[in-house]
């Protein structure tokens, strides 16, 4: 099946918890809720692409462990093509222990899987790739710029998505992004919406209110609604707002996915 989107990178299993604080060091909370489910960047974005009805693909690596066929059966449940998501034998497959305080905001701890990413060639119209699937493919590339992506080259990329701090860190402001080499630069400014910058200009879209019960994902789902819209023509103004929308309903529920809208049912919010 040739996708319209390819999502390449990290794929995990995580145990979310919800907290009244985050514990003191020997000290101990009681959640008040938990859940297990699918994560990362890439394939929380891929499964935003298919809620809102793009033909997508995601490739990446598990190990054969019980955390592995949990993310597989994840994103195939969603109707995301998981032919490319390389199930290694005797591998460990990346996990996330989250910790989600009252005003949403998250801690996350991480273990690696020991499987590394191999190259691919998806064969899709736009190509998204976190800081794992970076230089693992090629295409139309779209790059998650939330994480730390080391030796990061935006030549020929076509957009661009850090957050507000990892562009001041990574290059310092959009206008050197730009010079850097990418096509189109967005950032993400939390409640404060998003900013986008291109060689003809600026265009900014307003944060969506909420009351989150966690942020965790809210990027990755903004960046796999943009693609959404992107790829069905939308102007880039359009596709902010309509992205902005999509990573605030995302906040609805502790879980980076279960909350993701459908296009039914963001089309009726923006309407």
């Not at 009244?20 to 938990?34: S, T």
């Not at 080391?150 to 959009?174: H, I, K, M, Q, S």
Request: glycine share 14%; net charge negative.
């Amino acid at each position: 099946m040739t996708s319209t989107v390819a999502c390449v990178g990290l794929a995990t299993r995580d145990t979310v918890l919800a907290v009244p604080g985050h514990p003191p060091p020997d000290g101990r909370v009681v959640a008040d809720d938990w859940v297990v489910a699918g994560g990362g960047p890439a394939a929380t974005a891929a499964v935003t692409l298919a809620r809102l009805g793009v033909d997508v693909a995601f490739f990446g690596v598990v190990g054969d462990d019980e955390a592995g066929a949990f993310v597989r059966d994840g994103l195939a449940t969603e109707g995301v093509d998981v032919e490319g998501l390389d199930v290694v034998r005797g591998a460990r497959t990346a996990q996330s222990a989250i910790l989600v305080g009252p005003d949403g905001a998250r801690s996350i701890v991480h273990r690696p899987g020991d499987a590394p990413l191999p190259s691919v060639k998806p064969g899709a119209k736009w190509v998204h790739v976190d800081h794992a699937g970076y230089g693992r493919a090629r295409g139309r590339l779209s790059v998650d710029g939330g994480n730390p992506i080391p030796g990061l080259d935006l030549r020929g990329v076509a957009l661009y998505a850090p957050t507000e701090e990892r562009l001041r860190e990574d290059f310092g402001d959009a206008a050197a992004a730009l010079a850097a080499g990418a096509e189109t630069v967005v950032v993400t400014r939390g409640a404060n919406g998003s900013v986008a910058y291109t060689r003809d200009g600026v265009v900014e879209a307003p944060g969506v209110p909420c009351d989150p019960v966690s942020t965790l994902g809210a990027g990755d789902v903004f960046h796999g609604a943009l693609l959404a819209f992107l790829v069905r023509g939308a102007p880039l103004g359009e596709a902010l707002r309509g992205a902005n929308a999509a990573a605030s309903l995302s906040c609805r529920a502790l879980d980076g996915r279960s909350a993701i809208p459908t296009f039914d049912e963001l089309k009726g919010f923006l309407t």
